[in-house]
């Protein structure tokens, strides 16, 4: 294989439809809410990516067959809305790679009828603790206002973003759609499930559809536990090493 190819299982096309990009990134939280969404909305698998850009191995499965290396989209019912949810295994591993599957989703998001991108990914602020924040960039300023009800922030997220949480809406914007980027603070450091159930909120909010978050308020509740800990540990390390004392935990990466 010399180029990324999709390979489609449904050829259906939708009206108006929103994409949702979860793929593994800082904190896994992207990919948490997509997961989550799949097995919450019963979605449905409809294509298949693979690509000479992902790393050069197999899986070994539990029932003794191989299984590649793979993105994966799912179609389901949101309210009113179709979503596309494009999850998978990774991303791209280099800049050319990144550059190639952004454009082939794009087009096969135009095809099928897609027509806003939205990504969902971590920020990472080095720092523990809770009052976790999420925010936002656009492509287009007319979706601010709807996005700020919602509490969520503009403005205040600084440098640059990485993979496909940016590149994909970059991308849609030259194909003529709309592109949201979704960030949820995070440590960075460890799966944060509390900021991805975060992240389902302000997503759920702004398509105005249900989910169940039992599921992710336990996954979160669990890793709390384990974050009470790491903070515990920390502490001790501090008071016994006096010139890291007057330093503020949350920046202890």
Do not use: W
């Amino acid at each position: 294989m010399k180029d990324s190819k999709i390979f489609e299982i449904s050829s259906k096309k939708y009206k108006d439809a929103y994409l949702i990009v979860g793929l593994p990134g800082i904190g896994l939280i992207g990919k948490t809410v997509a997961d989550h969404l799949i097995k919450e909305l019963n979605a449905k698998k409809i294509a298949d990516l693979y690509s000479p850009h992902f790393p050069h191995q197999v899986f070994m499965t539990g029932s003794g067959t191989l299984r590649a290396i793979k993105n994966e989209f799912y179609h389901a019912k949101a309210g009113k809305n179709d979503l596309i949810i494009l999850t998978g295994d990774v991303q791209a591993i280099t800049s050319p790679g990144q550059y190639e599957i952004s454009g082939i989703i794009v087009e096969y998001c135009k095809k099928i009828g897609v027509k806003t991108l939205i990504t969902l990914g971590g920020y990472s602020s080095g720092k523990l603790g809770d009052n976790k924040r999420v925010f936002a960039l656009v492509t287009d300023k007319e979706l601010i206002p709807k996005l700020k009800k919602l509490g969520i922030i503009f403005g205040k997220a600084k440098g640059s973003i990485v993979g496909a949480a940016g590149m994909l809406p970059i991308f849609g914007k030259l194909a003529g759609l709309k592109g949201i980027c979704l960030l949820g603070e995070t440590h960075g450091a460890y799966v944060d499930v509390a900021s991805a159930k975060d992240l389902l909120i302000a997503l759920s909010g702004y398509l105005k559809f249900k989910v169940d978050l039992k599921q992710m308020d336990k996954k979160a509740k669990e890793g709390e536990q384990m974050l009470k800990k790491i903070e515990e540990e920390l502490k001790r390390t501090m008071i016994q090493t006096p010139e890291f004392s007057k330093q503020d935990v949350s920046y202890i990466r």
